[in-house]
């Protein structure tokens, strides 16, 4: 097994089995995905359906501080060979501004003004910030990658390679299922 996090310092699993006791407990927050083989707090829904509900990733065991067991979540999203990986750079080496990836590559399947959002903690004084950028997004480059780009302004381009998403062998989930957790959406008139 390796470390849940890059911030973890554990390895050693949880010999307890605190997590397992809690998610059979109906009362308790902490649940159990066997489709990933993850444990998650559950967050109630702020809505009256349950596409609403939120879900905290638990990464180590609160009672023993064992890391929790290893996720299936990679199996989700194909892998990009290192020859895919060649080609895509090469195809996009020359890209430096977003002017130049529509020249490159033409109009994006998905092009979000707001794709990126990067908060910045206050420091020293000043208010902590929340900056978006725009992303592009190529889905039809690669069979096995998305290509996203983000614009950040006068610091240039970024662009990143994403194995597409596969989902787990029939599961038949989609991404924001319950299968891979769901984010709450909090609207101005309080649903």
Not at 23 to 52: C, H
Not at 107 to 124: F, K, S, Y
Request: with cysteine; aromatic share 8%; glycine share 8%.
């Amino acid at each position: 097994m390796t470390k849940p996090t890059f911030a973890s310092v554990t390895e050693r699993p949880c010999a307890c089995d605190y997590l397992s006791h809690a998610a059979d407990d109906p009362r308790s927050p902490i649940v159990f995905d066997p489709k990933l083989n993850e444990y998650n707090f559950e967050y109630p829904s702020l809505r009256s359906d349950e596409a609403g509900k939120a879900y905290l990733r638990i990464y180590h065991c609160p009672f023993c501080g064992g890391a929790a067991p290893e996720s299936k979540r990679d199996q989700l999203f194909a892998v990009i060979s290192p020859e895919e990986k060649r080609r895509l750079n090469q195809l996009l080496s020359g890209i430096k501004s977003v002017e130049d990836a529509f020249s490159v590559l033409g109009t994006p399947d998905h092009d979000d003004p707001h794709g990126l959002t990067a908060q910045r903690p206050e420091r020293e004084g000043s208010a902590p910030t929340r900056q978006s950028y725009r992303s592009l997004t190529y889905s039809q480059l690669s069979d096995t990658a998305d290509v996203i780009l983000t614009d950040y302004r006068a610091d240039g381009v970024h662009i990143a390679l994403q194995g597409k998403y596969v989902g787990l062998s029939g599961a038949g989930a989609e991404p924001g299922s319950g299968a891979v957790g769901q984010r709450a959406t909090r609207h101005d008139d309080g649903r």
